[in-house]
């Protein structure tokens, strides 16, 4: 009897744990689908979208007509990333420009990002997500200011500098770049993004932009590190445009913030220095 017990007790647990087993492996198939659905929408977001169009490297894809605003923009991101330097036209980058954030958000939350950002990338599918109801709120509140600046709310500029992230990881290898510091990060990809515009821009000198860093007016709508990309993005081409660094050289440990800073700051005093009072 004792036994009978024990025996009907043995199979009822086995039982339970076919059972489990059963539900176990069925959550597992589910979980699977859901990862297979997650990384075909990131990976091929065009199907949510009405229209494209293509300039150069950079295909933008967008909802409703085709307007003057997105091919301005489109034209504006390719000759940022033609003049930067590190074009690569063997490359071929696709924009998803959203006009909806709830659209936006869905494809932020997707991608475990924060939906308050401009845009991301994910360079693994050669892929930017960009908000416009965000870039348009961050100019609002910031006027444009400063010029070359992550939050001055140019579309384009958002775009190349996601792009940029791509460029980067791409040359450096994904390893190396998860390994930078952050100001590394973003500079390079905010070089990317501006330096074609800077250098044909006589009132944006870089010791210009090195004073401005000091204007607290520029920063009195200070989010807590807004002032820091700036400052990362003048390292990183002070590093380039004037130390003539290449971006191998950047990337290794001994290049570190404070050295650079120093020695940009102190490179600026020579330049003060230089100019002639009359
Ligand atoms: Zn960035």
Known sequence: MIQDWGDRAMSKRRSLSRRIGRWGLWLVVVLL???????????????????????G??????????????ARMAEDV??????????DASRIDRVFFFDS??????????????????????SVFDNTYISGPNIAALAQMTGGRPRYGIWEGDPAHTIA??????????????????????????????????I????????????????????????????????THYESALMVEFLLDVQGYTLDDIVVDSVTRD?????????????????VSP
Do not use: C
Not at 57 to 70: C, K, L, M, N
Not at 78 to 87: C, F, T
Not at 198 to 227: F, K, M, N, V
């Open 33 to 55: 689908a859901l990862f297979a659905l997650q990384v075909t929408v990131l990976a091929f977001p065009q199907i949510l979208f009405s229209n494209h169009l293509r300039s």
């Open 57 to 70: 490297t950079v295909v933008v894809y967008f909802d409703g007509q085709p307007r003057d605003e997105i």
């Open 78 to 87: 390719e000759l940022r990333l033609r003049g930067s330097g590190y074009y």
């Open 101 to 122: 954030q709830s659209k936006y958000a869905f494809f932020a939350r997707l991608s475990l990002v924060t939906t308050k950002a401009q845009g991301f990338a994910l």
């Open 161 to 194: 500098h996601e792009i940029g992230h791509n460029y980067m990881i791409d040359r450096i290898g994904r390893d190396t770049w998860a390994e930078l510091p952050q100001w590394k990060q973003e500079g390079f990809p905010e070089y990317v993004a501006n």
């Open 196 to 227: 074609a515009l800077i250098h044909s821009d006589t009132t944006a000198t870089l010791p210009h932009r090195i004073d401005i860093l000091a204007d607290g007016q520029y920063w009195d709508w200070q989010q807590r590190w807004d002032r």
């Open 259 to 275: 050295g650079t800073y120093a020695a940009m700051v102190e490179w600026r005093k020579g330049q003060r220095s230089t100019v």
